[in-house]
């Protein structure tokens, strides 16, 4: 029996079986009116919005795809807020950042027209990669060309550490001989 409305009350109220009845049904709606206010306040930052990521994506001009996992949506409106301003090797950094949810490096090759997007902290093709590619596509200049380097396990990382279990749970695509994507 919750008796967090009760609590303020004298104790004679307790004998009263309505009014003890209210007070518990009271006591349920202000959970739940807090529970939504928690909630509400949640959709004020896209790192923790839910429902609310489609005003994140609409003012944003993002097109909205509901079908695609919410962490995929809030890592397309992070990056987008990133990407604003003077390009340069940290703010693509930053974006990818927004995407990978790992360690990634960006090198510049401004002679030859390209930079390189390397990523050291995630294992194979992250799953949102295309949603990253068009987020590097608006913000990169038009004359510099964009590479990926993806990290794959090799054998110096399997050989005499992981166990046969660790190697059987770990996916294909995480081993080196997958198929970059460039």
Known sequence: MSKKLMSYLPDYYEEIQEFVEIMQTEDI?????????????????PETATW????????????SMPSKPIEQRRSVVISKMRGSGKVSASMIKNVADSYDR?????????????FVIRFIGTLGIPPNLQDLKDAIEEIKPAHLEVRYK????VIREIHHVMRINEINKTPLN????????G
């Open 29 to 45: 709606e202000f959970d739940n009116l807090n529970a939504a206010i928690v909630d509400t306040f949640r959709q004020f930052h």
């Open 174 to 181: 995480n081993f080196a001989g997958g198929v970059p994507i």
């Open 150 to 153: 993806f990290r794959y396990l």
């Open 102 to 114: 790992g360690e990634v490096d960006v090198t510049v090759f401004p002679s030859e027209y390209y």
């Open 52 to 63: 609310g990521i489609k005003y994140w994506e609409k003012d944003l001009r993002i097109v």
